[in-house]
C-alpha cells in the first residue's frame, strides 16, 4: 500500500520558518507527480508547489513563491516543503499527495486542483499568528 506520513507543522510568528516532511512509501509509479497542498476550512483544497520526478520540474502558487521550497530526497522518499517568511494567510493544514505524472505541465497540474493524485497523506497543521 502506497503511504504518505507527513511530519513538521506548528505554530510560529509571522516572518518564522518551518519545514514540513512527508515520508513516502509503497508507490511504484515510473513517472510521478508529487506535491504539496493546504486547505483552510470552507475552502478548496490548493496546490502550493509540485515537483515532477521528469527533469525534477517543480511549480510553485504564486502566492508562496520565493519563500517555499519543494524538493525531493530520492534516497529516502522523503519530500520536502521549506517555509520561510511564514505569513498568517499561509495558516492551513498542509497536506501532501502523490500522483501518476502523465507529462502535463505542472501548471496545468494545478490547475486541476487534486484531481491528478490519487494518494494523500492525513495532514499536518501550521498556524502562523
Known amino acids: 500500500d502506497v503511504q504518505l506520513v507527513e511530519s513538521g507543522g506548528g505554530s510560529v510568528q509571522a516572518g518564522g520558518s518551518l519545514r514540513l516532511s512527508c515520508a513516502i512509501s509503497g508507490y511504484t509509479y515510473s513517472s510521478y507527480c508529487m506535491g504539496w497542498f493546504r486547505q483552510v476550512p470552507g475552502k478548496k483544497r490548493e496546490a502550493v508547489g509540485l515537483?515532477?520526478?521528469?527533469?525534477?520540474?517543480?511549480w510553485y502558487a504564486d502566492s508562496v513563491k520565493g519563500r517555499f521550497s519543494i524538493s525531493q530526497d530520492n534516497a529516502n522518499d522523503i519530500l520536502d516543503l521549506q517555509m520561510i517568511s511564514l505569513e498568517p494567510e499561509d495558516t492551513a493544514m498542509y497536506y501532501c499527495?502523490?500522483?501518476?505524472?502523465?507529462?502535463?505541465?505542472?501548471?496545468?497540474?494545478?490547475?486541476?486542483?487534486?484531481?491528478?493524485?490519487?494518494?494523500w497523506g492525513q495532514g499536518t497543521q501550521v498556524t502562523v499568528s
Open positions: 515537483i515532477s520526478s521528469k527533469r525534477r520540474s517543480t
Open positions: 499527495a502523490l500522483g501518476e505524472f502523465f507529462g502535463a505541465s505542472l501548471a496545468t497540474v494545478a490547475a486541476r486542483g487534486t484531481r491528478d493524485f490519487d494518494h
